[in-house]
């Protein structure tokens, strides 16, 4: 089990983003969080695959602490991490980043396997670089891809939908089904996408740097705007008090 | 393997090239020499370079060119002149070692002229490298390209360590339709110093150029990259210069363009700094220490 216990992190204007969170990710699990922009999601993500360090609190991994281990260290001790943003390379191609991620040279069936599994032909993709004639959504799918080729025990994905056709997001769903039926990864997914929230074992909404509420789909998503207020938001969009 | 052998090996000579038309220099005069029935080869009446005469329409030979220079005192001064025939497709492989332990310059200065046929193509490719004690080993090359109608040169370049002191000039003169296109891939260290120069002249009607460098600065090393590209009908242009700078590694890039016609289109492109920190922590979670995620983006960045 992946286990945040009592969290904090401020930013460094001394503003807290993240509140004594604690949450936890069951091996084989699907636990999605989501909330509103800048509600400390993705800063959550960081915590956990060492880009930020805590301020207070402890992160387990199968009961080990790993609080203080750096980037390389938690990825090396089972923790993967799917950026929001993916990061290009010049001069670097798909086939090198995938074989980084495998920790050595990847055979084709399985190159071919990963990225079909991310909707990429193995055979357009493998050879080109990672710079910006890939499109957003081009970079996204190799970025789940380099995740996918690590084969960790607890993934973390931030926002793995964004930049994604909705053609290409129903195969998204199924990777992450596919994932909890045939490996015991837990998988912590940061998402707005209500697709993704409805396969999770497990909904965490987070809101303002804290846990507001957690639960079962069933029991999170009839009621997930409950209480949220939009009055904050630009004109012609949704108001609460409409 | 003796001193000569091991440069020579990593500049790119191995035994197979000895069966085709090769010309080797060491330490400034010809050691060997070959020609074949397409590539005639001869030395100039100086002993100062040779002539490659490569016959119209040869396809797919490759030419090796080695020079090394393996003790300090050694001047070399080379001229090398290559005229390929209209429509032959060839590859001339070049490269320069210099070695040299004790104190003392070690120079090799090669100047290369390449003219290049009527729809001829020709890849040259070239690489430099330096070793040994010495802080005073430098390779100064000067290279001419000479392209008719539908020529094509492709220029593939890298001096990657241990020359102290480069000076690179490359020139290329198109003609209507012909296409000069150069990779080229630098690293310096300590206190190397590297100039490295690119001017093209697109002369004729839908000529087109492609100058990319790309390179990295560590230690206290200096590079200075400027291109220029000059429009003077309806043609296109680019020239890029992308550098990576480690430790107190310095970069200077003037890219030029001068567009002396409406219908010229040029670009350019030039972006240094030190690698991007998003790089580093992808590499790093995917289970690479920080230095070898460095050493991983800068073998790509140069590959």
Same mark, same amino acid.
């Given at each position: 089990?992946?286990?945040?216990?009592?969290?904090?992190?401020?930013?460094?204007?001394?503003?807290?983003?993240?509140?004594?969170?604690?949450?936890?990710?069951?091996?084989?699990?699907?636990?999605?969080?989501?909330?509103?922009?800048?509600?400390?999601?993705?800063?959550?993500?960081?915590?956990?695959?060492?880009?930020?360090?805590?301020?207070?609190?402890?992160?387990?991994?199968?009961?080990?602490?790993?609080?203080?281990?750096?980037?390389?260290?938690?990825?090396?001790?089972?923790?993967?991490?799917?950026?929001?943003?993916?990061?290009?390379?010049?001069?670097?191609?798909?086939?090198?980043?995938?074989?980084?991620?495998?920790?050595?040279?990847?055979?084709?069936?399985?190159?071919?396997?990963?990225?079909?599994?991310?909707?990429?032909?193995?055979?357009?993709?493998?050879?080109?670089?990672?710079?910006?004639?890939?499109?957003?959504?081009?970079?996204?799918?190799?970025?789940?891809?380099?995740?996918?080729?690590?084969?960790?025990?607890?993934?973390?994905?931030?926002?793995?939908?964004?930049?994604?056709?909705?053609?290409?997001?129903?195969?998204?769903?199924?990777?992450?089904?596919?994932?909890?039926?045939?490996?015991?990864?837990?998988?912590?997914?940061?998402?707005?996408?209500?697709?993704?929230?409805?396969?999770?074992?497990?909904?965490?909404?987070?809101?303002?740097?804290?846990?507001?509420?957690?639960?079962?789909?069933?029991?999170?998503?009839?009621?997930?705007?409950?209480?949220?207020?939009?009055?904050?938001?630009?004109?012609?969009?949704?108001?609460?008090?409409? | 393997?003796?001193?000569?052998?091991?440069?020579?090996?990593?500049?790119?000579?191995?035994?197979?090239?000895?069966?085709?038309?090769?010309?080797?220099?060491?330490?400034?005069?010809?050691?060997?020499?070959?020609?074949?029935?397409?590539?005639?080869?001869?030395?100039?009446?100086?002993?100062?370079?040779?002539?490659?005469?490569?016959?119209?329409?040869?396809?797919?030979?490759?030419?090796?060119?080695?020079?090394?220079?393996?003790?300090? +005192? /050694? &001047?070399?001064?080379? #001229?090398?002149?290559?005229?390929?025939?209209?429509?032959? @497709?060839?590859? *001339?492989?070049? =490269?320069?070692?210099?070695?040299?332990?004790?104190?003392?310059?070690?120079?090799?200065? +090669? /100047? &290369?002229?390449?003219? #290049?046929?009527?729809?001829?193509?020709?890849?040259?490719? @070239?690489?430099? *490298?330096?070793? =040994?004690?010495?802080?005073?080993?430098?390779?100064?090359?000067?290279?001419?390209?000479?392209?008719?109608?539908?020529?094509?040169?492709?220029?593939?370049?890298?001096?990657?360590?241990?020359?102290?002191?480069?000076?690179?000039?490359?020139?290329?003169?198109?003609?209507?339709?012909?296409?000069?296109?150069?990779?080229?891939?630098?690293?310096?260290?300590?206190?190397?110093?590297?100039?490295?120069?690119?001017?093209?002249?697109?002369?004729?009607?839908?000529?087109?150029?492609?100058?990319?460098?790309?390179?990295?600065?560590?230690?206290?090393?200096?590079?200075?990259?400027?291109?220029?590209?000059?429009?003077?009908?309806?043609?296109?242009?680019?020239?890029?210069?992308?550098?990576?700078?480690?430790?107190?590694?310095?970069?200077?890039?003037?890219?030029?363009?001068?567009?002396?016609?409406?219908?010229?289109?040029?670009?350019?492109?030039?972006?240094?700094?030190?690698?991007?920190?998003?790089?580093?922590?992808?590499?790093?979670?995917?289970?690479?220490?920080?230095?070898?995620?460095?050493?991983?983006?800068?073998?790509?960045?140069?590959?």
């Amino acid at each position: 089990m992946l286990e945040l216990k009592n969290i904090s992190f401020k930013a460094d204007d001394g503003k807290d983003i993240v509140k004594n969170i604690s949450l936890t990710v069951p091996e084989g699990q699907i636990v999605a969080v989501t909330g509103p922009n800048g509600g400390g999601k993705s800063t959550i993500a960081k915590l956990i695959s060492g880009i930020y360090t805590a301020c207070e609190g402890q992160i387990l991994l199968d009961g080990k602490d790993i609080t203080a281990l750096d980037i390389t260290e938690r990825a090396n001790a089972g923790i993967g991490y799917g950026f929001q943003r993916p990061v290009t390379f010049k001069g670097f191609k798909v086939r090198d980043l995938l074989n980084i991620a495998n920790g050595g040279e990847m055979a084709n069936d399985d190159l071919k396997e990963i990225m079909g599994t991310v909707g990429l032909c193995m055979y357009d993709y493998i050879d080109r670089e990672i710079n910006s004639n890939l499109s957003g959504g081009e970079q996204k799918r190799i970025e789940i891809a380099s995740v996918l080729a690590r084969k960790r025990k607890y993934n973390v994905f931030d926002e793995p939908e964004a930049g994604i056709d909705i053609w290409s997001f129903r195969r998204l769903i199924s990777v992450f089904e596919t994932l909890r039926k045939t490996s015991s990864a837990g998988q912590l997914i940061i998402s707005h996408q209500r697709g993704i929230l409805d396969i999770a074992d497990k909904i965490i909404v987070v809101s303002g740097g804290v846990v507001t509420r957690e639960g079962a789909p069933s029991e999170i998503l009839p009621t997930l705007f409950d209480g949220e207020d939009f009055r904050n938001c630009p004109v012609g969009k949704r108001c609460a008090d409409e | 393997m003796n001193k000569l052998d091991e440069l020579l090996s990593a500049i790119g000579w191995t035994d197979d090239a000895k069966n085709g038309a090769f010309s080797l220099r060491e330490n400034g005069s010809c050691a060997a020499l070959n020609s074949t029935e397409n590539i005639q080869i001869t030395r100039l009446p100086d002993g100062k370079g040779i002539e490659m005469h490569i016959k119209e329409g040869t396809k797919g030979e490759t030419a090796y060119i080695p020079a090394c220079v393996t003790k300090s +005192g /050694v &001047h070399d001064n080379v #001229v090398n002149d290559f005229y390929i025939g209209e429509g032959a @497709e060839v590859t *001339i492989v070049a =490269g320069c070692g210099v070695h040299s332990e004790e104190k003392g310059e070690a120079l090799h200065h +090669g /100047v &290369h002229r390449f003219f #290049v046929g009527k729809n001829a193509s020709v890849t040259y490719r @070239e690489k430099h *490298i330096g070793t =040994g004690a010495s802080e005073d080993k430098k390779i100064n090359t000067v290279s001419e390209f000479f392209l008719a109608e539908g020529a094509t040169a492709v220029v593939d370049s890298e001096q990657l360590g241990g020359v102290d002191d480069a000076q690179r000039d490359t020139t290329a003169t198109l003609e209507k339709d012909a296409v000069f296109t150069v990779r080229e891939r630098l690293l310096t260290n300590g206190s190397n110093t590297v100039d490295t120069n690119f001017v093209v002249y697109l002369n004729g009607e839908n000529s087109k150029t492609d100058v990319v460098s790309r390179s990295v600065a560590r230690g206290n090393s200096t590079q200075r990259y400027t291109s220029r590209i000059e429009g003077n009908t309806i043609c296109t242009g680019h020239t890029e210069c992308d550098a990576i700078l480690a430790e107190n590694g310095s970069v200077d890039a003037v890219p030029g363009l001068l567009a002396r016609c409406a219908d010229a289109e040029l670009i350019h492109e030039a972006a240094i700094g030190k690698i991007a920190g998003e790089q580093l922590m992808k590499l790093c979670s995917l289970g690479l220490t920080r230095e070898e995620a460095e050493q991983k983006i800068i073998e790509g960045f140069l590959k």
